[in-house]
T-cell receptor, first 116, second 114 residues
Framework: AQTVTQSQPEMSVQEAETVTLSCTYDTSESDYYLFWYKQPPSRQMILVIRQEAYKQQNATENRFSVNFQKAAKSFSLKISDSQLGDAAMYFC?????????????FGTGTRLKVLA | DVKVTQSSRYLVKRTGEKVFLECVQDMDHENMFWYRQDPGLGLRLIYFSYDVKMKEKGDIPEGYSVSREKKERFSLILESASTNQTSMYLC?????????????FGQGTRLTVV
């Protein structure tokens, strides 16, 4: 069974600085998808960024980018130029590519605090 | 704008009550999910459904059941609520099949069982 591990329960970053959130996963599959979700105090989960395992290039969405290391099974999220609105819980998630495996597997989350 | 709507944001129920949590999506998604969120434990899957009347157990189904009579609606049922079911419950939906399709979430229901 696949597992997702987020080893940092809480992180802090100064406004305008850069922070990296860690995520590792365990799988025997060769193709899969990885996601980062953000959950602000409003509780509404929103997708931040996604990565397909068969793509070598790291995904980027504006100030958010990932460092995907397939061999190491690592999928970290980098937030550049941090803003107060980035304060939230961040969840890493794994999803299999194989038919019949519909569920998303989430990590335990990292709470990000942004300091003014 | 895509939407997943959960019937309540906050709910307080008594031990032993039968509790219904309702979730409706307007995106014509085949897959629907119920997760439970607890501090330090992340999101854990309770049940999911990939079609009307179809359901599969997730990682923590004990004490819960589900119903999906219509494509857009997925209900979570606590047959006899207990205090250890006090938690945040998140509903989500996605398109059919595995892969790159993202899950869309409701705003969550914070359930307190007293």
């Amino acid at each position: 069974a696949q597992t997702v591990t987020q080893s940092q329960p809480e992180m802090s970053v100064q406004e305008a600085e850069t922070v990296t959130l860690s995520c590792t996963y365990d799988t025997s599959e060769s193709d899969y998808y990885l996601f980062w979700y953000k959950q602000p105090p409003s509780r509404q989960m929103i997708l931040v960024i996604r990565q397909e395992a068969y793509k070598q290039q790291n995904a980027t969405e504006n100030r958010f980018s990932v460092n995907f290391q397939k061999a190491a099974k690592s999928f970290s999220l980098k937030i550049s130029d941090s803003q107060l609105g980035d304060a939230a819980m961040y969840f890493c998630a794994y999803r299999s590519l194989y038919p019949g495996t519909y569920k998303y597997i989430f990590g335990t989350g990292t709470r990000l605090k942004v300091l003014a | 704008d895509v939407k997943v709507t959960q019937s309540s944001r906050y709910l307080v129920k008594r031990t032993g009550e039968k509790v219904f949590l309702e979730c409706v999506q307007d995106m014509d998604h085949e897959n629907m999910f119920w997760y439970r969120q607890d501090p330090g434990l992340g999101l854990r899957l309770i049940y999911f459904s990939y079609d009307v009347k179809m359901k599969e157990k997730g990682d923590i189904p004990e004490g819960y059941s589900v119903s999906r009579e219509k494509k857009e609606r997925f209900s979570l049922i606590l047959e006899s609520a207990s205090t250890n079911q006090t938690s945040m419950y998140l509903c989500a939906s996605s398109l059919r099949g595995a892969g790159n399709t993202e899950a869309f979430f409701g705003q969550g229901t914070r359930l307190t069982v007293v």
